[in-house]
């Protein structure tokens, strides 16, 4: 196994009482896309301005190469960061803005920095745009302006803190192409903060999910979806529907939980007696009409409201608790059973994909 390019070793921030990050172990491979992940004041932000040097851990380490570089200042790690505004200057044209980090770095004559500059530029499809004010461009070529400021410094590690955020719908998922594109023709090491699970699932090789300055899970995206390793995770991520109940009965490999919707079956060991969550992915329900008799991995309702978003739809079917299971699957299949609002309908899954949730 070669070294890590970066590691944060039990790495922790502080605000008097308060715990921004606490004990991150992480280790991040050259060439990774890892992305960090979580809800609003999780501490994926903090973790990533600890890694630019733009806040100093209160314990643990940051290492860079195996070096520490705690005490580095930011512009000298030369990890540059994608910020979520941009920071752009407004007072310097395009091609003086991507210039600018290679005239702080030195070393270039002032023909060098122009080339430089033009060359990302046009790598990103806008050299034609220069010698544009920033007021001029739209949020899409401001992110371009951002990211070829960032690349002309040819770094090994890019930090990039929800840099799509600002962009509409459309140009989003336009640039995460583009994102994915850089990260495989250029092997650098990219660091990315999102909230959205769409653009860390496209992104990512791994995902780090955060909870309260802890880390919940590490994972490639498929691992993550389909195995969440905590209720936390199964919820954040929503693609499961999550059962909370007492086990019953637990023998070779499947137990059995009292919920308030029945007894249902899962995969995974747990003591009987104990509390336990039962997670089941939302597009491995299958969908028929009621009136077959329900079993360990069936429960009946009626089918409440449906939402479509193109070819997958999300089925919403209310339980007799007055809870919700809600089911995706493609418009085609939907189509086929001819479902109507108020209809009652039997949700079935196979046993292997209802797993029981790590405690």
């Not at 050259?30 to 932000?45: A, Y």
């Not at 030195?106 to 033009?118: D, F, I, Q, Y």
């Not at 959205?196 to 919940?216: C, K, N, P, Y």
């Not at 490999?253 to 919920?259: F, K, N, R």
């Amino acid at each position: 196994m070669s070294e890590p390019i970066l590691t944060l070793d039990a790495v922790e921030k502080r605000y008097g009482a308060d715990v921004a990050v606490e004990r991150i172990d992480l280790a991040i491979d050259k060439r990774e896309f890892i992305v960090l992940m979580g809800p609003s004041g999780c501490g994926k932000t903090t973790t990533l301005r600890i890694l630019a040097g733009l806040e100093t851990p209160t314990a643990g380490e940051v290492r860079l190469w195996g070096r520490p570089i705690n005490d580095v200042p930011p512009w000298q790690r030369e990890m540059p960061m994608v910020w979520q505004s941009y920071a752009l200057f407004p007072f310097l044209d395009v091609r003086r803005n991507v210039e600018f980090g290679l005239k702080q770095r030195g070393g270039m004559s002032a023909g060098e920095r122009r080339k430089k500059a033009l060359e990302w530029l046009d790598r990103l499809g806008i050299a034609h745009m220069e010698k544009r004010g920033i007021h001029q461009l739209s949020g899409g070529q401001r992110q371009r302006v951002a990211l070829a400021r960032a690349l002309a410094l040819e770094p090994e590690v890019l930090l990039l803190d929800e840099p799509l955020s600002a962009l509409d719908a459309h140009l989003r998922i336009r640039m995460q192409g583009e994102l994915s594109r850089l990260h495989s023709e250029l092997g650098i090491t990219f660091v990315y903060v999102t909230h959205a699970q769409s653009e860390a699932f496209a992104l990512a090789d791994r995902v780090v999910i955060m909870s309260e300055g802890r880390v919940q899970q590490i994972g490639a995206p498929r691992e993550i979806y389909r195995a969440p390793a905590s209720r936390f995770v199964a919820d954040f991520i929503g693609a499961s529907n999550v059962v909370g109940g007492t086990v019953v009965e637990e023998k070779d490999g499947t137990v059995v939980l009292e919920t308030p919707v029945g007894r249902l079956e899962a995969t995974g060991s747990r003591a009987k007696g104990a509390a336990g969550a039962l997670s089941i992915p939302a597009d491995w329900i299958a969908v028929e009409p009621a009136g077959e008799a329900t079993d360990g991995t069936a429960v009946e309702g009626r089918l409440v409201t449906e939402d479509f978003t193109g070819a997958v739809v999300t089925l919403y079917v209310e339980l007799h608790d007055g809870s919700q299971f809600f089911v995706q699957k493609q418009q085609h299949e939907i189509e086929r059973l001819s479902l109507k609002r108020g209809t009652r309908v039997r949700l079935s899954w196979p046993l292997e994909h209802a797993t029981i949730l790590p405690e």
